[in-house]
């Protein structure tokens, strides 16, 4: 088991260069602006504020690696679909998060994260496309599931299960307000580490 207490902010890159050496598996989060990638990461590690929930959707432009007990790295991909970035750092951070996506080779599972309120996106369906196409491990994490009743929580949940672009690929609703969901997402890390 992890030491989840020797957990630390390695990097917030803002550069391919800057990526961790780290021979180590990485556990990434990809997901929309404002999905809850932030608070995801806070609640599996149980902290309050390790990862920065931002208030303003698509501030965050860096990959964030977090190192885990010297074991693991969490890496935060900018999240994407976000209208108003302007174009040019739209271009940066596609670049910065194609850049990892291609070249690092530590790469386990891929967490996509999809609000459950709102579906999969078209980004949603083409960063699912890539996944599938380059055979990349994934689960899919249904997001803000506190924010829906019990009827649209299954009719959400059966509505990605049911999709193409999820496959065969495990869906994990989850809560960070109440951490349900949580002891799901760490079976699966377990399940590939």
């Known amino acids: 088991m992890l030491n989840l207490q020797k957990t630390k902010l390695l990097i917030s890159a803002g550069k391919p ?3 961790p ?3 180590v598996p990485h556990i990434v989060f990809s997901g929309r602006s404002n999905v809850g990638k932030s608070s995801l ?3 599996l590690l149980n902290r309050k504020a390790l990862a920065r929930v931002s ?4 501030k965050t432009v860096t990959v964030n690696f977090y190192l885990i007990d010297n074991a693991l790295i ?3 991909l900018p999240g994407y679909g976000y209208a108003k970035r302007s174009y040019d ?12 996506l291609s070249k690092c080779d530590k790469i386990a599972l891929v967490l996509q994260l999809v609000d459950l309120k709102v579906g999969l996106t078209e980004y949603d369906k083409m960063m699912l496309k890539w996944l599938t196409d380059t055979k990349t491990p994934f689960c899919v994490v249904g997001t803000k599931a506190d924010k829906l009743n019990k009827t ?3 009719r959400a949940v059966q509505s990605l299960v049911a999709d193409s672009s999820v496959g065969a690929a495990p869906v994990i609703p989850f809560s960070s307000l109440n951490g349900s969901g949580k002891d799901d997402v760490w079976r699966q890390i377990y399940n590939i580490i």
Do not use: C, H, M, V
């Open 89 to 100: 750092r739209k271009e940066d951070f596609s670049a910065l998060t194609d850049a990892y």
């Open 41 to 43: 990461i806070n609640t």
């Open 21 to 23: 050496k780290i021979n």
């Open 74 to 76: 969490f890496a935060d």
């Open 55 to 58: 208030s303003a959707p698509g």
């Open 17 to 19: 260069e800057q990526f």
């Open 152 to 154: 649209e929580l299954n």
